[in-house]
């Protein structure tokens, strides 16, 4: 089993930035993958980035290439995610997962922390 604590979240004007920060606890030793993913009002969670935590590979949704970095500390079993930039439709409560495998779903979840962007 893997625990998930998600930090960092809040309100900021359009264009500032914020990051967030996913305490990871348990079993982390198992970890391939974590990642973000974010659920905005009325619609489906949706992924964001993830990165593989050994060889620190990184993916990101086109919307968020370019304002978005995903990184992770190993010794401190945290992973986060530097946003800037931010735009409106960037509200969302934020998702921090992680998998033990390469493919598949994700098997671990955090409660979720609350960005908003007002413009």
């Known amino acids: 089993q893997v625990q998930l604590a998600e930090s960092g979240g809040g309100l900021v004007q359009a264009g500032g930035s914020l990051r967030l920060s996913c305490v990871a606890s348990?079993?982390?030793?198992?970890?391939?993958?974590m990642g973000w993913f974010r659920q905005a009002p009325g619609k489906e969670r949706a992924f964001v980035a993830d990165i593989t935590w050994t060889l620190g590979n990184t993916y990101y949704t086109d919307s968020v290439k370019g304002r978005f970095t995903i990184s992770k500390d190993s010794a401190k079993n945290t992973l986060y995610l530097q946003m800037n930039n931010l735009k409106p439709e960037d509200t969302a409560v934020y998702f921090c997962a992680a998998k033990n495998r390469p493919f598949g779903e994700y098997e671990y979840w955090g409660r979720g922390t609350q960005v908003t962007v007002s413009s």
């Open positions: 348990g079993h982390t030793f198992s970890m391939y993958t």
